[in-house]
């Protein structure tokens, strides 16, 4: 478990999403932190593990890819020591493949097959800030079905 409140919170969102089923449910939580947190004004960290869970309970792909670039600037203001910090298992670098892997996936959703490969190659660069667990088992399988539905060789 994490020290720090917010992330607690959206831990909570993601437990609603992805565990229990209730995408509305945690839609609304994290509008509802978006807006404690002050938004895009908010501290870099949370603004972005907060925009990258909102971005998986969109139900439209453009605003999943709003959400997801929201994510992708904030990641770039934050430290690793934030990070540690806020107890986040990861380094800043590690943020970064997970990211571009759901930017690579909107931008293939929308037909916009050129960046969804950049985004794809991005995540790629970065694979190896991941550790082999679950979670970078979780980011390299998603890379490869990306990668597949692209037509590229894995």
Request: glycine share 12%; with cysteine.
């Amino acid at each position: 478990m994490t020290a720090d409140p917010t992330m607690t919170r959206i831990g909570q969102g993601v437990e609603l999403h992805h565990h229990q089923g209730r995408r509305d449910a945690a839609r609304e939580l994290f509008a509802q932190i978006w807006d404690d947190i002050g938004g895009e004004q908010g501290d870099p960290l949370h603004v972005c593990v907060l925009a990258h869970s909102m971005a998986d309970v969109q139900d439209v792909v453009e605003q999943e890819l709003m959400w997801d670039l929201r994510a992708l600037a904030a990641v770039g203001l934050i430290t690793d020591e934030r990070v540690a910090q806020a107890g986040v298992p990861l380094s800043v670098a590690g943020l970064y493949p997970s990211l571009h892997l759901n930017l690579s996936e909107c931008y293939r959703k929308l037909g916009d097959l050129d960046r969804a490969r950049e985004h794809l190659q991005q995540a790629r660069d970065g694979i190896g800030a991941l550790g082999d667990d679950e979670y970078g088992r979780l980011i390299k399988g998603g890379l490869e079905q990306v990668a597949e539905q692209l037509g590229e060789t894995v």
